[in-house]
């Protein structure tokens, strides 16, 4: 299978995430650059109608959420598998990817993130530290819930690195960034061993804000 267009703005924690299934799965694709003010603009919203990112366009074939861009390209790339064969760990799989989008990225990432990372590094501006506190109790109940789930396995889902390590692994990445990191960790010393191991594979290593910001630039 060939075309793969990935349509992302480079830092993206859930454009990442379909960039590393595709490195996982050995395929070759298009990064298609996003300016971030350019999320409402007519070009983006006729790929995607609620103007956000990721946007996968595959031989005529266009698709935006990024949990559905994962689950399609391990069907259309079945080599490696990223879902368990096994029904209690595939619904282990979906149980966490839900939680990444629901809970950890919605009044966490998109609070802490925004305000220590994106706000001041895109924007220049100053984190508000009040819209930080008062994520901070959620925060410490999701990474409660992660690291109970976790538990001692190497991968979220068990032995294998699935969809739930690819959807987790950018949000948890850019999380480490801030200060609140080490708060939220310091009872989860497992969780931080995860994250050095997933680090490690080629493609998260491939897919830095970094380095997808320079193919972007060269594109």
């Known amino acids: 299978m060939s ?8 830092g993206s924690p859930f454009g990442r995430a379909v960039l590393i299934a595709l490195e996982e799965k050995g ?6 650059a996003v300016a971030p003010g350019t ?21 005529g074939f ?13 069907r259309v790339l079945p080599v490696p598998p990223l879902t368990p064969a096994d029904a209690r760990r595939a619904a282990r799989m979906d149980q966490l990817m839900a939680i990444n989008d629901w809970y950890l990225f919605q009044g966490v990432a998109n609070v802490i993130g925004f305000q220590r990372v994106v706000g ?9 530290e009040t819209a930080i506190a008062a994520a901070m109790p959620k925060a ?6 992660l ?19 690819v959807l987790l692994a950018p949000q948890l990445d850019f999380l480490s960034a801030t200060p609140e990191w ?10 931080c061993a995860w994250l050095e191991r997933v680090r490690a594979r080629p493609s998260l290593e491939a897919t830095t804000w970094e380095r997808v910001a320079a193919r972007a630039a060269a594109a």
Do not use: M
């Open 3 to 10: 075309g793969y267009t990935v349509h992302t703005i480079p």
């Open 27 to 32: 395929a070759p694709y298009r990064l298609a």
């Open 39 to 59: 999320l409402r603009s007519p070009e983006h919203t006729a790929r995607h109608p609620f103007a956000r990112v990721p946007v996968l366009e595959h031989d």
């Open 62 to 74: 266009r698709l935006y959420e990024t949990q559905a861009i994962l689950r399609y390209l391990d």
């Open 120 to 128: 001041p590094r895109l924007l220049g501006l100053t984190p508000d």
């Open 140 to 145: 410490h109940t999701v990474f409660a819930e």
């Open 147 to 165: 690291s109970a789930l976790l538990d001692r396995q190497p991968f979220f889902a068990g032995e294998a690195f699935t969809l739930a390590d």
């Open 182 to 191: 080490a708060v939220l960790t310091a009872d989860t010393p497992h969780l």
